[in-house]
């Protein structure tokens, strides 16, 4: 008996730990500058540098996937109505 409370002692420790080590990477409080994202994305697009056309600006670090398709979509609208 002793010997499952010290498991489930141990594993309770292990899961928490785990827990808050989890919540301190996911969240580290600086939220992503949308507008200089997309603003960094624009000017990329508009200096037409090919190589890195692919690339996801530096700016951009920690905005999802959906908002960078957003934005690709709104600048080649832009660009395709001018």
Not at 51 to 77: A, H, L, N, W
């Amino acid at each position: 008996m002793r010997t499952r409370t010290r498991t489930r002692t141990a594993i309770t420790a292990i899961l928490l730990a785990l827990a808050a080590t989890t919540a301190a990477c996911g969240s580290s409080g600086d939220k992503p500058d949308l507008a200089a994202c997309k603003a960094a994305m624009e000017k990329q697009y508009n200096d037409g540098r090919k190589s890195e056309q692919g690339k996801r600006p530096d700016v951009c670090e920690g905005v999802d996937t959906k908002t960078m398709d957003q934005y690709t979509q709104e600048i080649f609208d832009d660009q395709t109505t001018r």
